[in-house]
């Protein structure tokens, strides 16, 4: 094999660009959203670029892998490209690999490819997906244990009238036609996907205003807190809606936003990423759930096949997925350091554990502030 290893994205961009038409890969690994990525978030966070192209004798690309190299608690980490914001890490994957490379000779690559990279301390993959289209994740070919959440997605089949009678409950249904009835009595109910700037500009500020609302009623780490995430969702947004991967979209009564989304649409797969909705009195509306069925249809009316949730054990998800896909992680420590981030990254998800009891701390911390907030405006 012939492995190199380039550090900046211009290198690569028409190798990258090329390999895309004939590759197997998620829309997580298209170049426009990694480098929207990296320019938004992980240059900013100090993350050396590593992008590696393995090639046969002959010149056949058979892999491309979007790493880069991040220190961590002082130790540098080699790992996929992505963060946060994507939900599947991964590696590009010529068609022909799977029948040219079985796992002896992948583990025996994988040596050849660590040899060529920088200096690091530590691997660590996660959120890896079992399956890459319909070829098996080489990298799971390594020593990988499977990642605490799973993923999963629903085919889309027949048609949307067919598919909603089957997947969800009657009272779903029922529920779902009653409060479109409730909302249509109060004004003007209208599912938009938007394409303009000005209008992109506005429902992803109001996603992530719902967001951080949600957030702090759950007491979970609020992403936007971090204004790196903010630019990220804005800015990759307006870059690529006009190539129709990112998709927009939201749920309006009258000129109020009731509910949110925030994806990504590639070749035949609608990316569920970003949903949020009003709450307050809109609550008792389940302006969420609503979006979510204007989405599902919409993606039947433009031929997707498959409405991927990604990951997330979410209960609502089972209404509707026919599929699930494991995910994986996989840690290797290269020197002293390494191994000693291994031990911390083991106390960490020890104590992930017991998040929920965290999460219930934040959430009663926050009800207790807004509590003497309002006590405080009371007052004055």
């Known amino acids: 094999m012939n492995i190199s290893v380039l550090q900046t994205f211009e290198e690569i961009q028409h190798v990258w660009n090329e390999f895309e038409k004939t590759s197997d890969y998620y829309g997580f690994q298209t170049y426009k959203w990694l480098y929207n990525w990296y320019n938004t978030v992980g240059e900013k ?13 002959e010149g056949e690309p058979l892999m491309l892998l979007p790493l880069g190299i991040q220190k961590k608690y002082g130790v540098q980490c080699l790992q996929w490209l992505g963060g946060l914001v994507t939900d599947y890490h991964a590696p590009l994957l010529g068609r022909r690999l799977s029948g040219l490379v079985d796992s002896v000779k992948f583990c025996h690559l994988w040596e050849q490819i660590k040899e060529v990279l920088p200096y690091f301390d530590v691997v660590h993959f996660e959120k890896q997906p079992e399956w890459i289209c319909n070829q098996y994740n080489p990298f799971l070919h390594l020593d990988c244990w499977p990642f605490h959440e799973k993923s999963y997605a629903a085919t889309l089949d027949d048609s949307w009238e067919s598919f909603n009678k089957s997947k969800t409950r009657k009272n779903i249904c029922a529920d779902s036609r009653r409060q479109k ?20 500009e506005l429902l992803t500020s109001k996603m992530i205003e719902q967001k951080i609302r949600r957030y702090q009623e759950t007491g ?53 990423l970003m949903p949020s909705f009003e709450g307050g009195s809109w609550a008792k509306y389940s302006p969420g759930r609503l979006l979510q069925e204007h989405l599902i249809k919409w993606c039947f ?20 997925a026919d599929k699930e896909m494991k995910l994986y992680e996989y840690i290797e420590p290269v020197s002293f350091k390494g191994r000693q981030y291994i031990l911390l990254t083991n106390i960490r998800q020890y104590l992930k554990k017991y998040s929920h009891l965290l999460n219930g701390l934040r959430k009663a911390k926050n009800t207790l502030k807004n509590s003497l907030l309002v006590k405080g405006a009371i007052n004055k």
């Not at 050396?48 to 004798?57: A, H, I, P, Q, Y």
């Not at 009258?254 to 989304?261: G, K, L, N, S, Y």
């Not at 433009?302 to 054990?313: A, H, L, M, Q």
């Open 45 to 57: 966070v100090g993350i050396k670029l590593c992008l590696v192209r393995v090639e046969t004798s």
């Open 181 to 200: 009835r409730r909302l249509a009595e109060i004004g003007d109910l209208q599912f938009r996907v938007v394409r303009e700037y000005h209008d992109i």
């Open 220 to 272: 979970v780490r609020n992403l936007f807190e971090d204004e790196k995430y903010r630019s990220f969702y804005l800015n990759t947004a307006k870059e690529l809606v006009q190539t129709g991967i990112v998709h927009v979209s939201g749920l309006f009564l009258d000129d109020t936003i009731i509910a949110a989304h925030w994806g990504l649409v590639f070749r035949d797969r609608f990316y569920y």
């Open 301 to 320: 009316d433009s031929d997707i096949k498959v409405f991927d949730f990604t990951v997330g054990d979410d209960s609502y998800k089972y209404n509707w």
